[in-house]
């Protein structure tokens, strides 16, 4: 059996593991472009996704029948999360990595407000600053994307919200069931909503949902991006299981570290003055936000 600290590093190895193979993915995503309709792009993610993980639960006895309510939040964790997706491939077709993924880092803001606001959980003055001071750092990478790309450089924003509501959803069904039997009913979820999608759209000249059959060049990034997005989310899971959230949660910032490397060797791109400041100030608010919510969790109770 592995003791704690054997845990807790594993965990840790896990999780920097996710933050090289995120980037990796949208790096992929990046390279197909516009030259595949980013539905299809979307739901390939997932094909993949529920394909090589619904064997392994099925092999080890992982899965079980959800009934008519769990059903109903497996379909909203997937709509949240094609959405989430779909909206930051587009994104990523317009603007360098780094910048989309530090924009989207101000998840980690909207999920403590909306704790605050859905699930009355305390927020102090000193960490309401601290979430407006990520924000103002999205607003100071979103401005001169916003010059060039107009309206998308918005849309990692909104990726950002329906992934914090997809955590919050994640919270409350993660205690109930193996970390891999949840990644393959959110694959099949998306899934299934993905496919009749674009099965309508077939034809109609909507260019996100209008898929054809990709060349042979794009079909292998295709490939390439669902087994590595596949990869990446195992290895969250699992680093949430090992070690806890508040020792975790830090080491996400590596994504931009891993984006910037891979955006400047495969792109040629390298974040502007105005973006590495936004970077800083979201990533300095951003571990405050951790700390103190570790120093919270640890503090004791007062007594009666």
């Given at each position: 059996?592995?003791?704690?600290?054997?845990?807790?590093?594993?965990?840790?190895?896990?999780?920097?593991?996710?933050?090289?193979?995120?980037?990796?993915?949208?790096?992929?995503?990046?390279?197909?472009?516009?030259?595949?309709?980013?539905g299809l792009v979307a739901a390939t993610r997932f094909l993949f996704q529920a394909g090589l993980l619904l064997p392994v639960a099925m092999t080890f006895g992982w899965l079980h029948r959800p009934g008519r309510r769990e059903i109903g939040l497996h379909l909203l964790r997937g709509a949240l999360l094609l959405v989430a997706t779909a909206f930051f491939f587009t994104a990523l077709r317009f603007m360098p990595i780094a910048d989309a993924i530090a924009i989207f880092f101000v998840e980690p803001f909207i999920l403590t407000l909306l704790g605050g606001l859905l699930l009355g959980e305390p927020i102090g003055p000193r960490r309401y600053i601290a979430c407006g001071v990520g924000f103002a750092g999205a607003l100071l990478i979103i401005q001169?994307?916003?010059?060039?790309?107009?309206?998308?450089?918005?849309?990692?924003?909104?990726?950002?919200?329906?992934?914090?509501?997809?955590?919050?959803?994640?919270?409350?069904?993660?205690?109930?069931?193996?970390?891999?039997?949840?990644?393959?009913?959110t694959g099949l979820a998306a899934l299934a909503l993905a496919a009749p999608l674009l099965w309508v759209f077939k034809g109609s000249g909507f260019a996100p949902l209008d898929a054809s059959w990709p060349t042979p060049d794009m079909l292998r990034l295709l490939v390439a991006?669902?087994?590595?997005?596949?990869?990446?989310?195992?290895?969250?899971?699992?680093?949430?299981?090992l070690a806890p959230a508040s020792l975790l949660a830090?080491?996400?910032?590596?994504?931009?570290?891993?984006?910037?490397?891979?955006?400047?060797?495969?792109?040629?791109?390298?974040p502007d003055g105005l973006s590495v400041a936004g970077i800083v100030l979201i990533v300095a608010s951003g571990l405050f936000v951790f700390l103190r919510e570790r120093h919270l969790e640890r503090r004791p109770t007062p007594q009666p």
């Open positions: 059996m592995m003791d704690n600290a054997g845990r807790m590093s594993l965990g840790i190895l896990l999780m920097i593991g996710f933050c090289v193979l995120a980037p990796l993915q949208d790096s992929f995503a990046k390279l197909i472009g516009g030259a595949v309709a980013v001169p994307s916003f010059q060039e790309v107009g309206a998308v450089a918005f849309l990692p924003l909104v990726t950002a919200l329906c992934f914090a509501f997809y955590m919050i959803l994640t919270r409350q069904m993660a205690t109930r069931m193996h970390p891999i039997t949840l990644q393959v009913y991006l669902g087994v590595v997005a596949t990869l990446s989310h195992v290895c969250l899971s699992f680093a949430l299981s830090p080491l996400q910032y590596l994504e931009i570290v891993s984006a910037t490397v891979l955006g400047f060797y495969i792109f040629g791109d390298l």
